[in-house]
């Protein structure tokens, strides 16, 4: 919504608007634009003679190996406190970057066809994209931006245009910090502006699960993304404010609305100091209730963030993240061996407390096999569990690899997507002949090993009685669970409006499962996105859930919420709100309960 009447030293535009986007990372930036334009845009269409295509081949060659010359350095000048998580998205990068479904396709399209070499690049980008498009499945869907990011990389160097923001100077007394905004951004990108007064991002594109999100969130830097047309409405050295709580980004500010910023920034950052002195302190109610609380994980690196932040264990170890970017191959997934090596590093360095590795969560339509996709809705097709049923010897590989770390402390097994008692029946029995294939291998594993399983499918929240006799804890994961009931993808900017935690159904089922969890005498964990929002804290405590797992970030916070809370008046207006069926009522209530 514009602002009129703007005037002052606010950058090159004057008039000061609002953009509304995704929230992916906690807290308020204040800065100067920094904006990174698509080196796609610019790229020059022009036909090659049949004498220079070889060389219009090696210039690409030449571009592709210094991008990757590139990611190497990045790999080796990692800081000591950079998150895990670039490392691994480099890894990604250099991976997909090595992928003949990349070069060796662009190299045909310039023999074949007598393109550029930019625009060989892009019209195989271009085709590629189109394939992830129609893929249903959030987080593989959003996977085609780390393609494009590479891309983009190699674009750079062929038209020498990369580009990066200058190293901020130590002389001067005050330099704005800057906001990078762009159509994307790759966290590539993000390590090389940590560096540079890099203090938070947006762009136009990106979900909940794109890999920018994940290393804002865990960089601990404001971010908002899916904000449209950010980067062609904002303007170079704009003054901006992320507001990353609420998914808002304003450009020009007035002075007004500046200073107010300003004064929540400081606030803001008392609060995380007070937060620090929570990290040994148990997480306890008022009336002396003992809750734990987890962390969720993408890489064993994540430990350190979460024994840090006070984590009790890992209550999603997502084992996908290990699967992932390692070309189009089948035989490229991680070896038994490897994985092994992954689940022990998290299991040893979780000192003897729990570490829940959930099996392999991952679409048909995965870049583990680039066969062709002929599902309809892959989103309701072979997925999770489905598609490692249907895969035994590579479900069976991680398995024995779970298995064997359980010999290192504390494991439990996850499996995702269940709803039908003959996929759990099948997926205890594959879990018996792992253990079966160990025994004869003389490999040692924890013989007593617990299963559990996601409650993501409202059929499996509605058919509980089955779930609870076979399986030994229930992790309830809430962002499947809220997109399959009210049957909306978060990250379609169309129905995005429509994603609400609070819906009734959604409560209904989130507490049906908790109810039936205590009843049967098991553990009830939530891991999705509720279980970190601290606006959802008492409403899941009056629920009865008694285990948390959330990103290491936002730990410390939810504790916070949770020293604060008296249960006995929590279960008392949590009832009342679970027989109401009114948004409206339902989301006055759950703001009432905060005073509690």
């Given at each position: 919504m514009p602002a009129y009447g703007m005037r002052?030293?606010?950058?090159?535009?004057?008039?000061?608007?609002?953009?509304?986007?995704?929230?992916?990372?906690?807290?308020?930036?204040?800065?100067?634009?920094?904006?990174?334009?698509?080196?796609?845009?610019?790229?020059?269409?022009?036909?090659?003679a049949e004498e220079q295509l070889e060389a219009e081949v090696k210039r690409l060659c030449d571009a592709i190996a210094e991008v990757h010359r590139g990611l190497q350095a990045l790999w080796t000048e990692l800081p000591k406190d950079a998150p895990t998580e670039l490392g691994a998205f480099i890894d990604v990068h250099a991976l997909i970057l090595s992928d003949p479904m990349i070069s060796d396709a662009a190299i045909d399209i310039i023999r074949s066809r007598h393109y550029n070499a930019e625009w060989a690049l892009v019209?195989?980008?271009?085709?590629?994209?189109?394939?992830?498009?129609?893929?249903?499945?959030?987080?593989?869907?959003?996977?085609?931006?780390?393609?494009?990011?590479?891309?983009?990389?190699?674009?750079?160097v062929l038209m020498g245009t990369a580009q990066l923001a200058a190293p901020r100077r130590p002389d001067d007394e005050y330099q704005p910090q800057m906001i990078v905004v762009a159509h994307d951004i790759s966290p590539a990108d993000m390590l090389q502006f940590r560096d540079r007064s890099f203090i938070g991002f947006v762009t136009d594109v990106g979900g909940q699960n794109s890999h920018t999100a994940i290393v804002a969130r865990s960089l601990d830097i404001p971010a908002a993304v899916g904000m449209s047309q950010a980067s062609h409405l904002i303007e170079q050295d704009?003054?901006?404010?992320?507001?990353?709580?609420?998914?808002?980004?304003?450009?020009?500010?007035?002075?007004?609305?500046?200073?107010?910023y300003r004064?929540?920034?400081?606030?803001?950052?008392?609060?995380?100091?007070?937060?620090?002195?929570?990290?040994?302190?148990?997480?306890?109610?008022?009336?002396?209730?003992?809750?734990?609380?987890?962390?969720?994980?993408?890489?064993?690196?994540?430990?350190?963030?979460?024994?840090?932040?006070?984590?009790?264990?890992?209550?999603?170890?997502?084992?996908?993240?290990?699967?992932?970017?390692?070309?189009?191959?089948v035989h490229l997934v991680p070896s038994e061996e490897e994985q092994f090596e992954q689940y022990k590093k998290a299991v040893v360095a979780m000192k003897g407390r729990q570490v829940v590795i959930r099996t392999l969560d991952i679409g048909a339509d995965k870049p583990l096999d680039q066969a062709e996709h002929t599902a309809l809705n892959p989103a309701l097709g072979l997925r999770a569990i489905r598609y490692c049923l249907a895969e035994p010897q590579l479900f069976l590989t991680q398995l024995r690899a779970i298995l064997r770390a359980s010999a290192f402390g504390k494991v439990r097994i996850l499996i995702p997507m269940l709803a039908h008692a003959f996929e759990i029946d099948q997926s205890l029995a594959m879990i018996e002949q792992a253990k079966a294939q160990l025994r004869e291998a003389g490999q040692k594993f924890d013989e007593g090993i617990e299963v559990g399983a996601m409650i993501e499918i409202p059929a499996a929240a509605l058919a509980l009685p089955m779930?609870?006799?076979?399986?030994?804890?229930?992790?309830?994961?809430?962002?499947?669970?809220?997109?399959y009931t009210l049957a909306i993808d978060r990250v379609d900017y169309e129905v995005a409006h429509l994603y609400n935690p609070l819906h009734p159904a959604v409560l209904q089922l989130i507490s049906m499962t908790?109810?039936?969890?205590?009843?049967?005498?098991?553990?009830?964990?939530?891991?999705?996105?509720?279980?970190?929002?601290?606006?959802?804290?008492?409403?899941?405590?009056?629920?009865?859930?008694?285990?948390?797992?959330?990103?290491?970030?936002?730990?410390?916070?939810?504790?916070?919420?949770?020293?604060?809370?008296?249960?006995?008046?929590?279960?008392?207006?949590t009832n009342k709100i679970l027989r109401t069926m009114e948004p409206q009522a339902i989301a006055e209530a759950v703001e009432q309960m905060q005073t509690l």
């Open positions: 002052g030293t606010h950058g090159p535009s004057m008039a000061s608007f609002t953009l509304h986007g995704i929230p992916v990372s906690r807290g308020i930036s204040i800065g100067r634009a920094h904006l990174l334009t698509p080196a796609a845009l610019d790229v020059k269409h022009y036909l090659v019209t195989q980008i271009d085709e590629l994209s189109a394939q992830f498009d129609e893929i249903e499945d959030e987080y593989l869907r959003e996977r085609k931006a780390d393609i494009q990011q590479v891309a983009e990389r190699v674009l750079k704009d003054w901006v404010i992320i507001d990353g709580d609420a998914g808002v980004v304003i450009a020009n500010p007035s002075p007004l609305v500046l200073e107010q004064a929540r920034q400081i606030v803001l950052q008392k609060t995380r100091k007070k937060l620090l002195k929570l990290k040994k302190t148990p997480a306890v109610t008022l009336d002396g209730t003992k809750i734990t609380l987890l962390a969720n994980i993408e890489l064993p690196e994540d430990c350190g963030p979460a024994l840090e932040a006070g984590a009790n264990g890992v209550g999603l170890f997502r084992s996908e993240f290990l699967f992932m970017g390692r070309g189009a191959q779930f609870v006799r076979r399986m030994d804890f229930l992790s309830i994961g809430t962002n499947d669970l809220i997109q908790i109810a039936a969890g205590h009843k049967a005498g098991i553990d009830v964990a939530v891991c999705g996105e509720m279980a970190g929002d601290v606006k959802l804290t008492r409403l899941l405590l009056g629920m009865g859930l008694r285990e948390f797992s959330m990103h290491p970030a936002q730990l410390l916070a939810v504790k916070q919420e949770i020293l604060k809370c008296d249960l006995p008046g929590l279960t008392r207006m």
